[in-house]
């Protein structure tokens, strides 16, 4: 069975894709949760779901840097339209969850969970 890509996780979990819809077919390995910038780029990994409050340009550097799947912002908050733009132009997808992190972290858990052990 063939791993779900983002588009199928966005649809499944109820995201909004913000910035990336091209790059959609990108196919998530895990996820990280964390809101210093430090800590995820000493351990998140390539090709990793990055959940995070932090609304910020420098989150679209850090997770171009590391080469991760997606950017997730919790919590509602406001992304500015120039944090969006630069992802754009370094091909990061931005998705947005109305949950806080843990909610958005367990449902991702529990999705990537459910997908690993089917293939």
Same mark, same amino acid.
């Given at each position: 069975?063939?791993?779900p890509n983002l588009k199928k996780l966005i649809e499944e979990l109820h995201f909004e894709c913000l910035a990336g819809k091209a790059l %959609?077919?990108?196919i998530p390995q895990s996820a990280y949760v964390s809101d210093l910038l430090?800590? !995820?780029m000493g351990k998140a990994q390539a090709d990793m779901i990055w959940v995070t409050s932090?609304?910020?340009?420098n989150i679209v550097a850090v997770a171009s840097l590391k080469e991760l799947s997606a950017i997730v912002?919790? $919590?509602?908050r406001p992304v500015e339209k120039e944090l969006l733009e630069q992802a754009e132009n370094e091909e990061i997808v931005v998705l947005s969850s $109305? %949950?806080?992190?843990?909610?958005t972290a367990g449902r991702l858990y529990n999705y990537l969970e459910i !997908? $690993?052990?089917?293939s």
């Open positions: 069975m063939e791993k %959609l077919d990108r430090s800590d !995820v932090q609304v910020h340009k912002i919790v $919590n509602e $109305n %949950l806080p992190a843990f909610e !997908v $690993n052990r089917k």
